[in-house]
């Protein structure tokens, strides 16, 4: 739970251990602290700040490792399927990613925010380019 209370600059980070056990922090967005309180609350490990934030149901919860990578995705998986599509972890993160430069987030910025080691593994969830509107044709003034 302490990854999730990382007060950085004056704003709410999340602390996330990556491949090859690089650490990197996350700003957190309000919207998503508020449902990370209320997850807290009905998961019961609030006031634990020495575990993992998201940890399994069953078994001894005060002394739960965090979930697995696989154990994530097959969660992201079992409330897609239940929603009527199935998707994983994975292309939620993809999403997130393309939608941020959509919205003109700096590419170098998001590329810190996925961890990714090098901006062409990044520029795979750029879609601007391949948008007509975007095309340099449209930049030209006649």
Do not use: C
Not at 49 to 64: I, K, P, Y
Not at 84 to 91: K, L
């Amino acid at each position: 739970m302490k990854d999730a209370q990382q007060m950085r600059r004056g704003v709410m980070h999340l602390r996330v251990q990556g491949k090859g056990g690089k650490t990197r922090y996350v700003p957190l967005h309000p919207a998503a602290g508020m449902l990370i309180a209320e997850y807290l609350e009905g998961a019961g490990h609030g006031a634990d700040a020495s575990g993992a934030l998201f940890r399994a149901l069953r078994g001894r919860r005060d002394q739960a490792p965090g979930l697995t990578p696989d154990a994530v995705y097959k969660i992201v998986r079992g409330h897609t399927a239940a929603l009527g599509f199935e998707v994983g972890a994975h292309a939620l993160r993809a999403t997130a990613a393309t939608n941020a430069l959509d919205h003109q987030a700096d590419i170098a910025k998001v590329q810190e925010w996925l961890g990714h080691a090098n901006i062409s593994t990044t520029r795979i969830y750029d879609r601007r380019q391949s948008r007509p509107e975007d095309s340099p044709t449209f930049k030209v003034r006649y």
